[in-house]
């Protein structure tokens, strides 16, 4: 079956730390993009972050509610994309999700089945 | 800021027509927003429907279809069924860290 995998979610204090992971199977992501989007409970989606594939550069974007904080990475040879979370609030709380994103079209095609963070004292 | 708007909520009757829009606060939606359209059921995780204003993955039913409409991207459903009863969310690149959602349309159908 494809899919992308989320994992690494949790309860966790404010200003504490956490990192997620992506994992492709039964694809990979070759020189696509990998999206982080979130959704706070209740609410609708929000776009994270981003990393461009190799071949455009790996470089990374990220929302200005997380910049400085959040930082997007990828294995390479695993073929993992990761999401480090540092410096958690109680607004970062949410379900998760990475997805694949085809660099030419912007086109999002797999989405992972998400992962929750609560950040919660 | 770009601020993208979706109709919050639309009802449609099982078999009918109805078409959802997406539009930017800073101006007509063209192609090079690259929209993506998605639908999330509760509970599940977001899939995608169609991307590039008017394509569809090959997992999408043909009922479902892209396009830009006026000023605005659209996505409208043909013979709606029950089970195309979620929350439909449209998304816009307007290149570097300009990644934008609307705020979704929950579309019931009754």
């Known amino acids: 079956e494809v899919q992308l995998v989320d994992s690494g979610g949790g309860f966790i204090q404010p200003g504490q730390s956490l990192r997620l992971s992506c994992t492709p199977s039964?694809?990979?992501?070759?020189?696509?993009?990998v999206s982080w989007v979130r959704q706070a409970p209740g609410k609708g989606l929000e776009w994270v972050s981003f990393?461009?594939?190799?071949?455009?550069?790996?470089?990374?974007e990220y929302a200005a509610s997380v910049k400085g904080r959040f930082t997007i990475s990828r294995d390479y040879g695993r073929g993992i994309a990761y999401l480090q979370m540092n410096s958690l609030k109680i607004e970062d709380t949410g379900v998760y999700y990475c997805?694949?994103?085809?660099?030419?079209?912007?086109?999002?095609?797999?989405w992972g089945q998400g992962t929750v963070v609560t950040v919660s004292s | 800021q770009t601020v993208v708007t979706q109709e919050p909520s639309v009802t449609v009757s099982p078999g009918g027509t109805v078409t959802l829009t997406c539009a930017s606060s800073t101006g007509a939606v063209t192609s090079g927003y690259f929209p993506n359209w998605f639908q999330q059921k509760p509970g599940q995780a977001p899939r995608s429907l169609i991307y590039?204003?008017?394509k569809r993955h090959s997992w999408t039913p043909a009922r479902f279809s892209g396009s830009l409409l006026g000023d605005k991207a659209a996505l409208t459903l043909s013979g709606v069924q029950p089970e195309d009863e979620a929350d439909y969310y449209c998304q816009l690149y307007a290149g570097g860290a300009q990644v934008m959602f609307g705020g979704g349309t929950k579309l019931t159908v009754l």
């Open positions: 039964g694809i990979t992501f070759g020189d696509n993009g």
């Open positions: 990393i461009r594939g190799r071949r455009y550069g790996g470089t990374t």
């Open positions: 590039n204003s008017d």
């Open positions: 997805s694949r994103v085809e660099m030419t079209t912007m086109a999002v095609d797999y």
